[in-house]
């Protein structure tokens, strides 16, 4: 079976922004547009088509991110001509912050966005964090500035917001035809044309001259999109201080390689509620962003060597896919999304996962239309899929040949930094509530179980409220489990202040064989590594631990050293000060020693962990706590107010912007003084205020708080 869409005319992206920005909305445009639905699902009445959980539905938000494939013939192609018809392969993804892993595993495996800002607010607390995981990615971007008919709407203030939070490298490609109630549509700058979007639902797109009082702000803004261009084409750049005219087909193909290499972000606009502006944007997909052939080639390491390699984008390649999401189907089970980076696979066949070292039979293979499927019987290299019948996959599993394998690298989330108590209402959800969590903490990454050692009870961790809230409603909806639960609390970590040493020994002795494990072990607090710096081979590290080997002459022998790390990270799982996690430590082992009888992996493990513990107390330890970045909109009147409500909190407040007629504080507050702020908070500003929090940092607790949580612990 042959592939039957070329490589070259396949877009793989996702659609990014705040929450309520409008991306949803978007997402519906584009099916509608594209001939997969025949109505527009509208957020506010529930009947989306990738808002499809219940609990989208009711709270009017995306949740978990939602594929899509469909088909586009660009608006400036006869549509009889469908050999232009480019596939897009689409995730709309979760815009609030406690979903932000749906984020970061999508851009992961796309090779394009869209970022969708509020054309009110701008760039909001959640457009940045998205942006800095593109960037991590350095995955191309288009921008839409979307809601130009709301009332307060302003392109100027939104493109200027992206200017100064995002990136200098945006560029506008498009100005709007009147604003609020009287939005008409767009001027492109490149074609000089005023676009306008008619029919019942704006699918008839329609090309005019430019009103004749925006001309001279057109020429303008042509001018300064022009000079970013041929920055990036020295022939170009020639032409243009001649004063010679430069072509349009020029033009896009200088803006396609610089927008490919993340040098210039496009800015578009217009109005998804009101049909105006989405088709255009479309087009854009397919002029600026790449197809999977023309992204760089995917890395990973050979699990036999060790070594770097790489796949291209490639049928003829050796099959790789990495595993970005698991779901489970109330009809099928559990889908692992994936995408193909190399080779091909089909249905029934068997393949390797190169991260377990476990081979599988692929049951069945559907590609996505969100709640939806299609069987296929085989996907090729650059597209997105669902697997059936994977039992051992998991979220960032590498999926590969066997004979040629490959581990591509990890996708890396945040940790949790809030938790909840957990118990079942009776004996009958008692069992079936551990397998109902595992299967959402498997489902997602940042959601994790633990089991308090002291209390023997149930502890739920995630990113947020809203998260934890979603998923004890959905262990009651979809695994029928019961449960009740009590405050959430933060999740303090703990970590070191200096350096310091300590021996650990673990010696019994019970008749025949005794125990014996002696180690010396120095700790640091962690320090970054220095740009491209190698990790030297006796060096193991992660982002919160690295453990040194630095015994010479087999002191202790070598198949203990592994036993001795364990033990240290053991002894981290509870530390000195309140019994919190320890992070952030440069663990190296010193000196030791061994019996030729006696010595044993467990011995070693009890005496790192021992050594750990000891040297945690002498190395001045100290408590951290997360910090959030908080931002509050507010009528002027109330600011004095709110500022001051949040200097009460700790706060560090970091700037005041203007919005319309409300202003923005924007602020650093750490988490335990946010519980419960939105009733202080309305109470406070008669209902007209609201904010929005995400994760920052984790910084030291001041000593007086320290003490405080300290006593609270006893």
Request: glycine share 8%.
């Given at each position: 079976?042959?592939?039957?869409?070329?490589?070259?005319?396949?877009?793989?992206?996702?659609?990014?922004?705040?929450?309520?920005?409008?991306?949803?909305?978007?997402?519906?445009?584009?099916?509608?547009?594209?001939?997969?639905?025949?109505?527009?699902?509208?957020?506010?009445?529930?009947?989306?088509?990738?808002?499809?959980?219940?609990?989208?539905?009711?709270?009017?938000?995306?949740?978990?991110?939602?594929?899509?494939?469909?088909?586009?013939?660009?608006?400036?192609?006869?549509?009889?001509?469908?050999?232009?018809?480019?596939?897009?392969?689409?995730?709309?993804?979760?815009?609030?912050?406690?979903?932000?892993?749906?984020?970061?595993?999508?851009?992961?495996?796309?090779?394009?966005?869209?970022?969708?800002?509020?054309?009110?607010?701008?760039?909001?607390?959640?457009?940045?964090?998205?942006?800095?995981?593109?960037?991590?990615?350095?995955?191309?971007?288009?921008?839409?500035?979307?809601?130009?008919?709301?009332?307060?709407?302003?392109?100027?203030?939104?493109?200027?917001?992206?200017?100064?939070?995002?990136?200098?490298?945006?560029?506008?490609?498009?100005?709007?035809?009147?604003?609020?109630?009287?939005?008409?549509?767009?001027?492109?700058?490149?074609?000089?044309?005023?676009?306008?979007?008619?029919?019942?639902?704006?699918?008839?797109?329609?090309?005019?001259?430019?009103?004749?009082?925006l001309v001279a702000e057109a020429k303008k803004y042509r001018a300064e999109l022009i000079e970013k261009i041929v920055e990036h084409d020295d022939a170009l750049m020639h032409q243009f201080f001649e004063g010679k005219e430069i072509s349009l087909a020029d033009l896009k193909k200088t803006l396609r390689r610089a927008v490919i290499a993340a040098k210039i972000f496009p800015v578009f606009t217009g109005s998804a509620l009101k049909n105006k502006g989405v088709q255009l944007v479309l087009d854009a997909v397919v002029d600026y962003l790449p197809s999977p052939i023309e992204v760089p080639p995917v890395r990973g390491l050979d699990p036999r060597t060790g070594e770097t390699i790489s796949r291209q984008s490639s049928d003829e390649e050796p099959f790789s896919a990495l595993v970005f999401k698991l779901q489970t189907d109330p009809f099928v089970g559990q889908l692992n999304f994936f995408r193909v980076y190399s080779g091909s696979v089909e249905t029934g066949s068997y393949i390797y996962n190169s991260t377990n070292g476990k081979k599988e039979r692929l049951g069945r293979i559907v590609r996505l239309q969100a709640d939806k499927r299609e069987e296929v019987?085989?996907?090729?290299?650059?597209?997105?899929?669902?697997?059936?019948?994977?039992?051992?996959?998991?979220?960032?599993?590498?999926?590969?040949?066997?004979?040629?394998?490959?581990?591509?690298?990890?996708?890396?989330?945040?940790?949790?930094?809030?938790?909840?108590?957990?118990?079942?209402?009776?004996?009958?959800?008692?069992?079936?509530?551990?397998?109902?969590?595992?299967?959402?903490?498997?489902?997602?990454?940042?959601?994790?179980?633990?089991?308090?050692?002291?209390?023997?009870?149930?502890?739920?961790?995630?990113?947020?409220?809203?998260?934890?809230?979603?998923?004890?409603?959905?262990?009651?909806?979809?695994?029928?489990?019961?449960?009740?639960?009590?405050?959430?609390?933060?999740?303090?970590?703990?970590?070191?202040?200096?350096?310091?040493?300590?021996?650990?020994?673990?010696?019994?002795?019970?008749?025949?064989?005794?125990?014996?494990?002696?180690?010396?072990?120095?700790?640091?607090?962690?320090?970054?590594?220095?740009?491209?710096?190698?990790?030297?081979?006796?060096?193991?590290?992660?982002?919160?631990?690295?453990?040194?080997?630095?015994?010479?002459?087999?002191?202790?022998?070598?198949?203990?050293?592994?036993?001795?790390?364990?033990?240290?990270?053991?002894?981290?799982?509870?530390?000195?000060?309140?019994?919190?996690?320890?992070?952030?430590?440069?663990?190296?082992?010193?000196?030791?020693?061994?019996?030729?009888?006696?010595?044993?992996?467990?011995?070693?493990?009890?005496?790192?962990?021992?050594?750990?513990?000891?040297?945690?107390?002498?190395?001045?330890?100290?408590?951290?706590?997360?910090?959030?970045?908080?931002?509050?909109?507010?009528?002027?009147?109330?600011?004095?107010?709110?500022?001051?409500?949040?200097?009460?909190?700790?706060?560090?407040?970091?700037?005041?912007?203007?919005?319309?007629?409300?202003?923005?504080?924007?602020?650093?507050?750490?988490?335990?003084?946010?519980?419960?702020?939105?009733?202080?908070?309305?109470?406070?500003?008669?209902?007209?205020?609201?904010?929005?929090?995400?994760?920052?940092?984790?910084?030291?607790?001041?000593?007086?708080?320290?003490?405080?949580?300290?006593?609270?612990?006893?």
């Amino acid at each position: 079976m042959n592939r039957d869409y070329p490589l070259e005319k396949v877009r793989n992206f996702g659609i990014i922004a705040h929450i309520d920005a409008g991306k949803t909305t978007v997402s519906e445009r584009i099916l509608f547009y594209t001939g997969m639905t025949h109505k527009i699902g509208e957020v506010h009445e529930g009947d989306t088509v990738t808002d499809w959980m219940e609990q989208e539905r009711e709270r009017g938000i995306t949740i978990t991110a939602a594929a899509i494939t469909c088909f586009w013939n660009p608006t400036y192609m006869p549509k009889e001509d469908t050999s232009k018809k480019v596939r897009f392969n689409i995730i709309d993804t979760p815009g609030h912050i406690d979903f932000t892993a749906e984020v970061k595993r999508s851009l992961r495996v796309l090779d394009g966005a869209i970022v969708v800002f509020d054309g009110v607010a701008g760039v909001e607390p959640q457009s940045e964090t998205n942006w800095r995981y593109a960037e991590e990615g350095k995955v191309p971007r288009l921008c839409f500035v979307n809601k130009m008919d709301r009332m307060g709407a302003s392109f100027e203030f939104s493109y200027k917001s992206i200017l100064e939070r995002l990136s200098k490298s945006a560029v506008r490609m498009q100005i709007p035809i009147g604003l609020e109630e009287n939005h008409q549509g767009v001027v492109d700058l490149l074609k000089m044309k005023a676009y306008y979007f008619e029919g019942q639902m704006g699918e008839k797109v329609l090309e005019k001259e430019i009103p004749a009082e925006l001309v001279a702000e057109a020429k303008k803004y042509r001018a300064e999109l022009i000079e970013k261009i041929v920055e990036h084409d020295d022939a170009l750049m020639h032409q243009f201080f001649e004063g010679k005219e430069i072509s349009l087909a020029d033009l896009k193909k200088t803006l396609r390689r610089a927008v490919i290499a993340a040098k210039i972000f496009p800015v578009f606009t217009g109005s998804a509620l009101k049909n105006k502006g989405v088709q255009l944007v479309l087009d854009a997909v397919v002029d600026y962003l790449p197809s999977p052939i023309e992204v760089p080639p995917v890395r990973g390491l050979d699990p036999r060597t060790g070594e770097t390699i790489s796949r291209q984008s490639s049928d003829e390649e050796p099959f790789s896919a990495l595993v970005f999401k698991l779901q489970t189907d109330p009809f099928v089970g559990q889908l692992n999304f994936f995408r193909v980076y190399s080779g091909s696979v089909e249905t029934g066949s068997y393949i390797y996962n190169s991260t377990n070292g476990k081979k599988e039979r692929l049951g069945r293979i559907v590609r996505l239309q969100a709640d939806k499927r299609e069987e296929v019987e085989k996907v090729f290299a650059g597209e997105i899929a669902a697997a059936v019948g994977l039992k051992e996959a998991k979220t960032s599993s590498t999926l590969c040949d066997e004979d040629q394998p490959i581990i591509l690298d990890p996708i890396k989330f945040a940790d949790p930094v809030i938790s909840m108590r957990i118990e079942p209402k009776t004996k009958a959800d008692q069992e079936k509530m551990g397998t109902a969590l595992k299967r959402l903490s498997d489902e997602d990454p940042t959601f994790k179980i633990k089991s308090d050692p002291e209390t023997g009870e149930t502890v739920i961790w995630g990113m947020g409220e809203l998260q934890l809230e979603i998923m004890v409603d959905r262990m009651k909806r979809e695994f029928g489990v019961v449960a009740s639960t009590g405050k959430p609390q933060v999740a303090y970590k703990e970590t070191i202040t200096t350096e310091a040493e300590a021996e650990g020994k673990y010696i019994r002795q019970t008749g025949g064989h005794g125990q014996y494990g002696h180690v010396r072990i120095t700790i640091r607090p962690l320090k970054p590594i220095a740009g491209g710096k190698k990790i030297p081979k006796n060096v193991k590290r992660d982002d919160e631990f690295e453990f040194i080997n630095s015994i010479k002459g087999g002191v202790i022998p070598l198949e203990f050293i592994p036993a001795v790390e364990k033990g240290v990270r053991e002894g981290m799982d509870r530390g000195v000060v309140a019994g919190f996690r320890l992070v952030n430590i440069s663990c190296e082992l010193t000196f030791g020693s061994y019996h030729d009888v006696d010595s044993s992996e467990i011995a070693y493990k009890i005496a790192a962990s021992q050594a750990l513990q000891d040297a945690a107390r002498r190395a001045k330890p100290v408590l951290l706590e997360p910090i959030m970045k908080v931002e509050v909109v507010t009528p002027e009147k109330f600011m004095g107010d709110v500022t001051g409500h949040l200097g009460s909190k700790r706060a560090q407040i970091e700037g005041l912007d203007e919005r319309g007629m409300s202003k923005v504080i924007r602020a650093k507050v750490p988490l335990s003084e946010m519980f419960g702020y939105i009733t202080t908070l309305r109470s406070m500003t008669e209902g007209r205020a609201s904010y929005t929090m995400e994760f920052d940092k984790y910084e030291i607790v001041p000593g007086n708080v320290a003490q405080e949580i300290i006593e609270s612990r006893k």
